[in-house]
């Protein structure tokens, strides 16, 4: 698993950037012009995300990260998981006014986040525990924004979620 796409998000702190492309994730470090690029911008955070299909095409508009440019900035999300009834959230969603452009899970899961957020400093966690509640799905994600990151599981604890911190680093 893992060898359909792969993507990257990193941030300096003010300004979130993805990078997507076929392949492993361990063949995005062997691009030395994409490693000089990263660097060059002196990440902050860094999030790698492989993507074998269950739900969607294996094309690039459906690898992840995903990601919604938003006027308050750029917000994306990695996930490994499924959405128990796709198509029943999907139709849920769009009878709201969103529109989905890829056939992907994740993109539903950030739309939920989205949707269920509102102003003020802890926005997007209200949108993660309306989506924890709302949406019946098996997953472990990450969200992040240009200067902060949550990463969360659903409520049954299905899928694995690994992190680590090392000194002050997370």
């Known amino acids: 698993r893992g060898d359909s796409w792969i993507g990257i998000a990193y941030s300096?702190?003010?300004?979130?950037?993805?990078e997507k492309r076929a392949g492993w994730i361990t063949s995005i470090f062997g691009d030395q012009v994409l490693v000089k690029k990263i660097i060059d911008r002196t990440p902050q955070m860094l999030f790698g995300q492989t993507r074998f299909p269950t739900c969607g095409d294996s094309t690039k508009i459906n690898a992840q990260p995903y990601y919604l440019r938003l006027?308050?900035?750029m917000l994306t999300l990695g996930s490994n998981g499924d959405l128990y009834d796709y198509d029943a959230e999907c139709a849920r969603q769009k009878s709201l006014g969103i529109?989905?452009?890829?056939?992907?899970?994740?993109e539903v899961q950030l739309s939920e986040i989205w949707l269920s957020s509102h102003d003020g400093e802890m926005r997007y966690h209200n949108g993660i525990a309306q989506l924890m509640r709302s949406v019946p799905a098996?997953?472990?994600s990450w969200l992040a924004t240009e200067d902060s990151v949550d990463i969360f599981r659903d409520t049954?604890?299905?899928?694995?979620?690994?992190?680590?911190v090392v000194g002050n680093y997370f």
């Open 99 to 106: 529109k989905h452009i890829t056939t992907n899970d994740a």
């Open 156 to 164: 049954f604890g299905n899928r694995p979620l690994y992190y680590m």
């Open 71 to 73: 006027p308050q900035g």
């Open 12 to 18: 300096d702190g003010t300004f979130l950037r993805t």
């Open 138 to 140: 098996s997953f472990a």
